[in-house]
T-cell receptor
Framework: GAVVSQHPSRVICKSGTSVKIECRSLDFQATTMFWYRQFPKQSLMLMATSNEGSKATYEQGVEKDKFLINHASLTLSTLTVTSAHPEDSSFYIC???????????????FGQGTRLTVV | QQPVQSPQAVILREGEDAVINCSSSKALYSVHWYRQKHGEAPVFLMILLKGGEQKGHEKISASFNEKKQQSSLYLTASQLSYSGTYFCGTERETSGSRLTFGEGTQLTVNP
């Protein structure tokens, strides 16, 4: 299957600082990428849909100014957690699909996830 | 709306079978199944389309009942490697490939 690489896998940062997480599709062009957040023993909650060359679409309740998403190329999307606080500590996972998000069933390939700890 | 998975947890002995269900109150276009090991990203298992198809490979298969908006994942002759949390992700025709995941079913296979 296709490969999605997420970096870093773990990051610890001080409260108030910003953290950038990268999500790369290594062997296919990802027109659409998705960013999820997962708390321990809970489900994956979709935060936003990232489309190459356009603004991300955020889910209800997700602060767009706090979670900045940039999808500058067909192989890279970044999530920046700005002014991070301890409550932002979580497991962040990206996924990518190889075609446009047209509602056609398309397998989503997940990155390895990023464990963010804000101290 | 988040799909409902059942059971929440199941413990098996190696070689036993299990069924995990995923139900939605909304009309679905497809259901995706993933398995996640602790601290790792979800791994894709299979996609099922509306139309009642059934899919499977080796000892893991699934079905999708469009009338009931329910999908079931069947694990037969379970192996230790099957342990993990299973999530169904549902897709609606208007959701643009966005998946809504259930709460997950924690499966433990013991020797």
């Amino acid at each position: 299957g296709a490969v999605v690489s997420q970096h870093p896998s773990r990051v610890i940062c001080k409260s108030g600082t910003s953290v950038k997480i990268e999500c790369r599709s290594l062997d296919f062009q990802a027109t659409t990428m998705f960013w999820y957040r997962q708390f321990p023993k809970q489900s994956l909650m979709l935060m936003a849909t990232s489309n190459e060359g356009s603004k991300a679409t955020y889910e209800q309740g997700v602060e767009k100014d706090k979670f900045l998403i940039n999808h500058a190329s067909l192989t890279l999307s970044t999530l920046t957690v700005t002014s991070a606080h301890p409550e932002d500590s979580s497991f962040y996972i990206c996924s990518a699909i190889s075609g446009p998000a047209t509602g056609v069933n398309t397998e989503a390939f997940f990155g390895q996830g990023t464990r963010l700890t804000v101290v | 709306q988040q799909p409902v998975q059942s059971p929440q947890a199941v413990i098996l002995r190696e070689g036993e079978d299990a069924v995990i269900n995923c139900s939605s109150s909304k009309a679905l276009y497809s259901v995706h199944w993933y398995r996640q090991k602790h601290g790792e990203a979800p791994v894709f298992l299979m996609i099922l389309l509306k139309g009642g198809e059934q899919k499977g490979h080796e000892k893991i298969s699934a079905s999708f009942n469009e009338k009931k908006q329910q999908s079931s994942l069947y694990l037969t002759a379970s192996q230790l490697s099957y342990s993990g949390t299973y999530f169904c992700g549902t897709e609606r025709e208007t959701s643009g490939s966005r998946l809504t995941f259930g709460e997950g079913t924690q499966l433990t296979v013991n020797p």
